[in-house]
């Protein structure tokens, strides 16, 4: 069952993990975390549509948009935050000394994750700003991931361009292992930015903690998020 046009993954996140251990050593797979803001994007945003349709897993990333799920009986057995599911994959490349690459991020973010985890062979490439409309950036990028063919890549350059960017190499081919399209995850993880406590993501207000956090970046694309969201969400009900 579809809930907005998104057929979300039902399981529980130790079962997801199981599978993408699996999927390390295939052709390329990626899965995106639907939050409200992605909602929105996906009502106008082609590209990023498209991102989703080819996406392996689409994981509810959102406490906020959980119990609004569960209104509208999508089945999810719990929320998968892209952050979350991020440490976890990391500690298991830890195990297994994987080779990861890591789209974006600044070096000192890099540095960090290679003191935390040695045994893992970091691949590392950020592009520049505006990356996304230029095309042989974009190339570059993708005959960068490519190359390595590491078992698990992490696309840290925001959404939707890290989505879109992951369908392209998706299409294109010969890339390995899986990717995960989690933004900010390695900023929490590196401690550069700090994620809210465990209590307050469990009181599903880990959005107002990195409202507090970075105001100037965030405020007003929550509150346009906020105004949009409200409409999409009746609309679904109404055709439940």
């Not at 600044?106 to 950020?126: C, G």
């Not at 939707?160 to 933004?183: D, M, S, V």
């Not at 929490?188 to 465990?198: E, I, Q």
Request: charged share 25%; glycine share 6%.
């Amino acid at each position: 069952m579809k809930v907005f046009g998104i057929e979300f993954y039902r399981g529980r996140q130790r079962e997801l993990i199981d599978e993408l251990i699996k999927l390390s050593d295939a052709p390329f797979r990626y899965l995106v975390t639907a939050n409200v803001n992605h909602i929105v994007l996906l009502e106008h945003d082609e590209p990023f549509r498209e991102a989703y349709r080819h996406a392996g897993h689409r994981l509810c990333d959102s406490r906020v948009l959980y119990p609004v799920l569960q209104r509208l009986e999508a089945g999810i057995a719990e929320p998968i935050p892209g952050s979350t599911l991020t440490r976890a994959m990391m500690n298991i490349a830890q195990l297994r000394q994987w080779s990861v690459t890591i789209l974006g991020c600044e070096r000192d973010v890099i540095a960090t994750l290679k003191e935390n985890y040695p045994s893992v062979t970091f691949h590392h490439y950020n592009p520049p700003m505006g990356f996304i409309n230029d095309p042989q950036e974009v190339e570059r990028c993708i005959s960068f991931i490519q190359e390595q063919r590491s078992r698990m890549t992490v696309f840290s350059v925001g959404s939707p361009r890290q989505e879109i960017l992951a369908c392209e190499l998706f299409k294109r081919g010969g890339a390995t292992g899986i990717g995960l399209c989690t933004g900010a995850s390695l900023a929490f993880l590196s401690g550069k930015v700090k994620r809210a406590p465990v209590w307050v993501q469990r009181l599903s207000l880990e959005w107002l903690h990195r409202l507090c956090t970075e105001p100037r970046r965030l405020g007003r694309r929550y509150a346009v998020d906020a105004y949009r969201i409200l409409p999409i969400i009746a609309r679904q009900f109404r055709n439940r």
